[in-house]
């Protein structure tokens, strides 16, 4: 009886904490805050393309993305649309968090990995919120990389801790290249109710954006661990430095130009999965 109780509570806790998880206005949050994912994506592809050509100066990360919408005659309601965007990711990330992801497994690594993209949401949220506000711009990509490397490396054993950093950025790098080529991405999208040209296009802006992302935070890894082992800091790259780097190979500014698509095709991605991922 008394077992028999428990489980029954059990079970409406679980129930409960699915309601919460799934509110409208929660999905309502996560898919804009995809979307404005989305929409960075596509400005700092767009920045990458122009640099690949010697057209921009401008820095091919959030602070130059921000930069550019905020330019803009509709810059200032594109910034709080951007707030209110990734405030929802924050949220949306800390409900899988607390609560899990239905019809997942391995909830305990769901949960950390999901409340390591909410503190990061967070952190985005706050910089886009400041510029909003006219407080001040977010410190770019680069100075975060290179402040964050020196602090730790200022510390007994920060070598050792900002190679394992930088492990970890080529290891996500690769799993997210592999994942994407392998199209894991379309299990969270309900491609039942595309059309077949829809989500052969969905497929395709999701493979090729993906490897790029991953190929993104690989180059960015590499460098982290070339900054240890050099003793170095300022050898570390953000995202603006590790894109480009990409334009400084043999195959010169075409791997950027290539590149920058695949991210200019990841925010398209992301729109897509605001539209249709499942939640």
């Not at 909003?132 to 730790?152: E, F, M, R, Y």
């Not at 199209?183 to 040209?197: E, I, N, S, V």
Request: with cysteine; aromatic share 8%; glycine share 12%.
């Amino acid at each position: 009886m008394t077992s028999s109780t428990a489980r029954r509570k059990s079970r409406d806790v679980r129930h409960a904490s699915g309601r919460a998880a799934n509110s409208p206005v929660l999905r309502f949050l996560a898919r804009a805050g995809l979307t404005a994912r989305g929409v960075m994506y596509v400005v700092i592809g767009w920045i990458a393309v122009q640099i690949a050509f010697g057209h921009s100066r401008q820095q091919a990360d959030r602070t130059g993305a921000l930069h550019i919408l905020g330019g803009n005659w509709f810059g200032e309601i594109a910034l709080w649309l951007l707030v209110v965007g990734f405030a929802g990711l924050a949220l949306w990330r800390l409900a899988e968090a607390i609560y899990g992801t239905p019809g997942d497994d391995d909830k305990t690594t769901t949960r950390i990995t999901s409340l390591g993209k909410a503190v990061t949401y967070v952190v985005i949220t706050y910089g886009v919120l400041k510029y909003a506000l006219g407080i001040g711009a977010p410190k770019s990509s680069d100075t975060q990389s290179v402040d964050l490397t020196a602090t730790a490396m200022s510390h007994p054993g920060g070598r050792v801790v900002v190679v394992i950093a930088g492990l970890v950025l080529i290891g996500a790098g690769i799993a997210l290249a592999y994942s994407a080529a392998r199209k894991h991405f379309l299990k969270k999208l309900a491609t039942g109710q595309m059309r077949p040209r829809t989500r052969q296009a969905v497929t395709w802006l999701g493979r090729a954006g993906g490897i790029a992302r991953g190929a993104v935070f690989g180059t960015a890894g590499v460098f982290l661990v070339l900054a240890a082992i050099e003793a170095q800091p300022q050898q570390a790259k953000g995202l603006d430095s590790a894109l480009r780097a990409l334009a400084a190979t043999p195959l010169g500014p075409w791997l950027l130009v290539a590149v920058a698509i695949g991210l200019i095709m990841f925010g398209a991605f992301s729109c897509c999965e605001a539209r249709w991922r499942r939640l």
